[in-house]
């Protein structure tokens, strides 16, 4: 069983640039939750795909989106870049519809730096 | 909106001893779950033990266990027999059933040092 994984590790961008972040669900996993983690704080959820649509969004603007892949991995993009989206992105999946499906696996994460 | 609280920004246990760690979360919702999560250096978020809310008996998992406290809003976490292994960030997190299923809403965490 392979667990999530995420790529790159770390990435350094400018403000204004834009960025994509990748992740690989666990094998089985359909939902993937992605997350905002700060230095020092509790991670902040974004947004959740379930069958390649968008299925929950936390207090994040526009420039933040999302997509899911019918192989169920994901993409993170992050428009515009500003100083403060400088955190650790968390990726985590989940089943769906099967058994303990409230259950979030995570993967390592990509810290993105922005200067 | 609900909100999760960790008052213990950082704790301390010799190891081969026990240590809570404390949560208290806030919501209005009767269908939800309580998680906490481990996660150590290396950054790799891990679950440690889960709560249904429905069920009355606390959760146990191995060394791990929790006192969840449903009128009161508290869910704390006992790690007995602590290991060096044991040393990380501990995230108590809440999640509701029905239209927010699936958003975890974390607390600001608890650092757990193991002294040998």
């Known amino acids: 069983e392979t667990g999530v994984t995420q790529s790159p590790t770390h990435l350094i961008k400018t403000r204004g640039q834009q960025v994509t972040l990748r992740c690989s669900s666990q094998?089985?996993?359909?939902?993937v939750s992605w997350y905002q983690q700060a230095l020092g704080q509790g991670p902040q959820f974004i947004f959740q795909?379930?069958?390649?649509?968008?299925?929950g969004r936390g207090n994040f603007p526009p420039r933040f989106s999302g997509l899911q892949f019918p192989n169920y991995s994901s993409e993170l993009n992050v428009n515009a870049l500003e100083l403060d989206d400088s955190a650790l992105y968390l990726c985590?999946?989940?089943?769906?519809?099967?058994?303990?499906?409230?259950?979030?696996?995570f993967g390592p994460g990509t810290r993105l730096t922005v200067l | 909106a609900q909100t999760v609280t960790q008052s213990q920004p950082e704790m301390s246990v010799q190891e081969a001893e026990t240590v809570t760690l404390s949560c208290t979360y806030d919501?209005?919702?009767?269908?939800?779950?309580l998680f906490w999560y481990k996660q150590p250096p290396s950054r790799q978020m891990i679950l440690v033990i889960r709560?249904?809310?429905?069920?009355?008996q606390n959760a146990t998992e191995n060394r791990f266990s929790v006192n969840f406290q449903k009128a009161a809003k508290s869910f704390s976490l006992k790690i007995s027999d602590s290991q060096l292994g044991d040393a990380a960030m501990y995230f108590c997190?809440?999640?509701?059933?029905?239209?927010?299923?699936?958003?975890?809403?974390f607390g600001q965490g608890t650092i757990l040092t193991v002294h040998p």
């Open positions: 094998s089985g996993h359909n939902t």
């Open positions: 709560q249904e809310a429905y069920k009355q």
């Open positions: 919501t209005s919702e009767s269908d939800y779950y």
């Open positions: 997190a809440y999640m509701a059933g029905g239209t927010s299923y699936g958003k975890l809403t």
């Open positions: 795909y379930y069958r390649e649509e968008e299925n």
């Open positions: 985590a999946s989940s089943p769906k519809g099967q058994y303990r499906d409230d259950e979030q696996f």
